[in-house]
């Protein structure tokens, strides 16, 4: 059955994001589900005309092999506004174009966003209105609180999605699945079995071109205080009774509260690095700071590591370490967890004896248990072995799982605001030692591992 028509408002629809990520999203979750009735509006900075939009809709449509009615009917209907959306005016012209209670997807610079959000108090808008911000939300703990407030102005919570497309991404289902539907996991799952929690995320990519954005995050803000804290939550959190809003948020925040440095020492438990010019792949990368648009006085990280630990009951000393960077000579997206070494090994039994790891790639999501056994040579000395399993194809594109979220009104896959503020808080002492240089900025070589220094993760 046709359902009834909602409206999608994308603001910065002329933008990166909106063409590369949230479009072909869209598309996916309407070949999906062609009973969908979905009018979208774009609004943005760049004067285009509706078929200069349409080309941009097609494009991105056309990568994901788009079709079906509800694609048609968007296709047909789709505009776009060139309009300033921080001006109260022109915000009340774009929800009143809305058919029925719209949704409004924030793709624009953070800082446009906060204004959009203090103007929207001037509008007159449903009731039902939902709200769709991007990362990073705020700049530190007080930035973050004031939007939480002023968001807080305007519709209630669960109306608010903080966007964080890693939980809409097939990996954290497979954590749930894995963790929570099978007994020989969760016993295991804590402080006296588990000795270490690595989770990296290295891409063998540079700047490409995004020093307007990047140059003023750096990886600690692009890729550890948003996706790899939620990441870690998830990983870490008590199993939830339900998947529900609540519950599943709940539980991630009570790990984020938990959350601090480890030792409370941001020198020791911090690391971050800039890349300078090197080779991967067969293709030569400038050094970060000969980047277009890099400042280099700003002192950008494009790499960074921070230790942390969970002062709870289940976790209570065990370094849990986060990393991301960009330009490595490796593309490592994976979730480590090690264990502690067996109690005692039966006399008689010779060789080296490992730790078991387990591994949980993501995109394309696969895993891999590594455990001694008795090798098939001399039966009483232990060798290597790994178990490794691919989980499905991994097809589905996170941002069609956060767009479900947003029109369906279920802000489960969302951050809630007090976690939001929780990640912020964790990493503020980080953020004021790299300020005042008490961590070194390392180089590393683009197409190396990082700084030689820096203990091996995983
Ligand atoms: P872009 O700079 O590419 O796009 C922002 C768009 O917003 C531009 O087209 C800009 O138009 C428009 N814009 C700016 N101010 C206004 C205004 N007052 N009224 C109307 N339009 C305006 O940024 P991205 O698309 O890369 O990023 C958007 C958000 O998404 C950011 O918060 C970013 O952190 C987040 N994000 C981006 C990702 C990505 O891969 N791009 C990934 C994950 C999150 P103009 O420049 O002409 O003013």
Redesign the pocket.
Known sequence: MTQKVQTLLI???????????LLPGLAQLLTAQPERRLRLIG????EWTDDEWRKVVTTSFAEVNASGAAIDALMASTTYV??????PA?LQKLIDLADGTPAIY?????A??A??VVSLQKVTFPAGLTLA????FGMDVPSAMALNGELAKLVPENQIHR?D?FLGRSTIFNILGLRFANRIFEPVWNSEHIAKIDVVYDEQLGLEG?A??YDT?GALV?MIQSHLLQVMAVLAMEPPSTLGQDDLRDAKEIVLRATRLWNDDPKQSSHRARYTSGTIDGRTLPSYVDEKGVDPARETETLAEVTLEISTWRWKGVPITLRSGKALGERRREIVITFKPANQLPVGLTGESSPTVLRLYVAPDAMSLEIDINGPGDPYELERASLEATFGDGQLLAYREVLAGILDGDPTLSVRGDSAVEGWRILAPVIAAWKADEVPLEDYAAGSEGPDAWDQVG
């Open positions: 603001f910065g629809a002329s933008g990166d994001l909106t063409a590369r990520l609004a943005g900075g760049v060139y309009a300033d959306v921080t001006d022109e924030f793709a624009l610079p953070p446009v966003a204004k959009v911000l991007e990362k990073p966007v497309h995004r307007g954005y995050a692009d």
